[in-house]
C-alpha cells in the first residue's frame, strides 16, 4: 500500500506502511539545488530555453544550453544574442562569469541534475501535432541519462505528451521513469518583450509523473520564479497551458467577430472595449487585430483538438476561433480594397507599404504572423508592396512563403509615395503622427492611430 507522509520540508515522499521509500528519492536532488551544486541543462535555447536558462545563471545555478544550432550555441559562447529583446550585455555577463555555456554535443546531456526541454512543437502541414521534435529530443538524451536527473518538459503540447511520447522516447536506453529519473511537466508562460512579466515573475505551474519529480520540480522552479503552482500531475499541467492559451484565441475571436459587426453598425470597436473595461468585475479587454500570430495562439489550441478526437469529443469552440481569427487578414484586404477604391483606386497595380511584419509589437518574431499573410494576399491581388519593421531587417523565402524583401526607410518622401500604408504591427517606435502626416491612405489595424487628431479623413480601420 502507498501512503504518504509529509516531511518537515512540506514535501510529500511515497512510502510503504512500512515506512520504506517507494521510487526515487528526490531528496538528493533537492539538497544540490538548494545549495547551487546543481547543474541546470537547457535544451532548445530558443525565445523560451533562453531567457530560462539566462534566469538559472542569474541565480548562482552553471547552466548548459544545448541546441541542435550549432550557431545559436556558438553565438551564446561569444556572448552574443540573437533574440532582439535579450542583451548581449546580460549574455557576456553570464558567460565571462563561468555560468553560462551551450553546446550542440548531446553526449553531454549526462552533465546537468536537471534538464529542461524547451523545443519547438509546431502543427504538421496537415493541422496535426508535430512531436517529432519532442521524440529526438528524449532519444538523444536517453543513452546519457544517469541516475536520478530530473527532466521537464516546458514545450506546449497535449495533455499526455509528457507520459505517453516523451517517457517512452527516454525510456529508450533502458533507464525506468521514477526510478532511475524524474519526470514532469512546467508550462511556459513567457511573454516575449513584455518587460513587466519576465521569467522570474510569472508563478510557474508543475506537474510531475510521480510526487519525487513533483517535489524536485517544485523545488528547482522555486529558486527562480516568484511562486510555483503545484498540479496533480503532468497531465493536469498540460491541460493548464492549453486552457490559457485557448481562452485568448477564443476572446480575440469574439472581439474580432464583434469587430465586423460593429463596424458595419457605425461603433468604433476600440471604443466600446476601453469602456467595457472600466467594469471592476468580470470583464478582461481582448483587442482585435489583423489575425492571429506567434507560436503559441494559432497552434497550440489545435494540439488539444487533435487528442480530443481520441475521446470522440468536437473542440467546436476551438475550431469557430480559428475560422474567425483566420479570416481576418482577408477582411483587412477587403478593408484596403474598399479604401482604395473610395480614392478612385484598386489594389491591382497599387502601391502598399506594410509597418510591423512581426506578430506583435517590438518583437523579432514573425512565426505565423499575419503580416506575412497580408502581404501575399495584397501581391496576388497585383498590389507592389514594400514593408518596414525595425525588428525584421529582411524577409527571405520560408516553407509558406517566397518573399525576398527587405525594410524600407521611413522618410516623409517615401510615405508619400505609396497609395496606402497598412498598420499590420504597431512598434512603439513609430511616429504615428508622422506617419498619418505623410501617407496618402493610412488603413489602421490596431487603433494606433487614435490620438492623430490631423489629418484623420485619411484614416480608415480595419
Ligand atoms: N515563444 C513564445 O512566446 C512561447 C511562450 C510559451 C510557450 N512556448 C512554447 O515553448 C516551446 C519553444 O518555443 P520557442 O518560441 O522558444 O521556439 P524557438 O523556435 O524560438 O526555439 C526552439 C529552439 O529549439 C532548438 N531545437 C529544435 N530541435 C531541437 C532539438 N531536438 N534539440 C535541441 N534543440 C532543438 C531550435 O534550434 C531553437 O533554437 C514551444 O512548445 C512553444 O509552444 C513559446
Redesign the pocket.
Known amino acids: 500500500m502507498r501512503i504518504r507522509i509529509a516531511n518537515g520540508a512540506g514535501s510529500l515522499l511515497p512510502r510503504t506502511s512500512t515506512g520504506k521509500e517507494i521510487g526515487l528519492d528526490a531528496h538528493p536532488f533537492i539538497e544540490r539545488i538548494r545549495s547551487r551544486e546543481a547543474v541546470i541543462g537547457v535544451?532548445?535555447?530558443?525565445?523560451?530555453?533562453?531567457p530560462l536558462a539566462m534566469e538559472f545563471a542569474k541565480a548562482g545555478f552553471k547552466v548548459l544550453g544545448?541546441?541542435?544550432?550549432q550557431g545559436?550555441a556558438d553565438a551564446l559562447n561569444r556572448g552574443k544574442s540573437y533574440?532582439h529583446h535579450i542583451s548581449s550585455d546580460g549574455i557576456r555577463a553570464l558567460v565571462d562569469g563561468g555560468l553560462l555555456e551551450a553546446t550542440g554535443d548531446?553526449s553531454r546531456s549526462g552533465e546537468p541534475d536537471a534538464l529542461l526541454i524547451?523545443?519547438?512543437?509546431p502543427l504538421t502541414a496537415h493541422h496535426e501535432p508535430d512531436l517529432s521534435?519532442i521524440e529526438?529530443?528524449g532519444k538523444?538524451i536517453a543513452p546519457h541519462l544517469r541516475p536520478g536527473q530530473l527532466i521537464v518538459l516546458?514545450?506546449?503540447?497535449y495533455p499526455g505528451t509528457t507520459e505517453e511520447v516523451l517517457r517512452p522516447a527516454l525510456e529508450t536506453g533502458g533507464a525506468i521513469c521514477g526510478e532511475d529519473f524524474l519526470l514532469a511537466y512546467s508550462?511556459?508562460?513567457?511573454?516575449?518583450g513584455n518587460a513587466v512579466f519576465s521569467t522570474a515573475k510569472i508563478p510557474k505551474v508543475v506537474g510531475g509523473c510521480d510526487e519525487n519529480a513533483l517535489d524536485a520540480a517544485d523545488a528547482l522552479y522555486s529558486e527562480i520564479v516568484v511562486s510555483t503552482v503545484r498540479v496533480s500531475s503532468a497531465r493536469a499541467a498540460e491541460a493548464v497551458?492549453l486552457l490559457e492559451n485557448i481562452f485568448r484565441s477564443v476572446n480575440i475571436a469574439l472581439v474580432n467577430e464583434l469587430k465586423l459587426i460593429y463596424t458595419k453598425m457605425g461603433i468604433d470597436v476600440w471604443e466600446v472595449i476601453e469602456a467595457a473595461k472600466t467594469k471592476p468585475f468580470g470583464f478582461m479587454p481582448f483587442y482585435p487585430g489583423p489575425g492571429l500570430g506567434?507560436?503559441?495562439i494559432p497552434?497550440?489550441p489545435f494540439y488539444l483538438t487533435w487528442k480530443a478526437r481520441e475521446y470522440g469529443i468536437a473542440t467546436r469552440f476551438i475550431e469557430l476561433a480559428g475560422e474567425v481569427n483566420t479570416a481576418m487578414p482577408e477582411y483587412v484586404v477587403s478593408c484596403l480594397m474598399n479604401a482604395l477604391n473610395e480614392h478612385g483606386k484598386a489594389l491591382n497595380g497599387a502601391r502598399v507599404l506594410l509597418l510591423g511584419v512581426a506578430y506583435k509589437a517590438d518583437v523579432d518574431?514573425t512565426?505565423e504572423s499575419p503580416g506575412l499573410t497580408l502581404i501575399d494576399l495584397m501581391q496576388s491581388r497585383g498590389a507592389a508592396v514594400d514593408y518596414n519593421d525595425p525588428f525584421v531587417p529582411e524577409l527571405s523565402p520560408s516553407r509558406k512563403f517566397d518573399f525576398k524583401l527587405r525594410s524600407v526607410e521611413l522618410t516623409a518622401a517615401g510615405l508619400a509615395e505609396y497609395d496606402c500604408v497598412l498598420i499590420a504591427t504597431a512598434h512603439t517606435s513609430y511616429d504615428i503622427e508622422f506617419i498619418v502626416e505623410h501617407a496618402q491612405l493610412v488603413l489602421d489595424t490596431r487603433n494606433a492611430t487614435k490620438n492623430v487628431t490631423r489629418y484623420r479623413e485619411r484614416i480608415y480601420k480595419a
Open positions: 535544451i532548445g535555447l530558443g525565445y523560451v530555453g533562453l544545448f541546441d541542435t544550432d545559436k533574440i548531446f524547451c523545443v519547438p512543437t521534435y529526438s529530443t538523444s516546458e514545450s506546449t503540447t508550462p511556459e508562460r513567457e511573454d516575449p497551458k506567434g507560436h503559441c497552434i497550440d518574431d512565426r
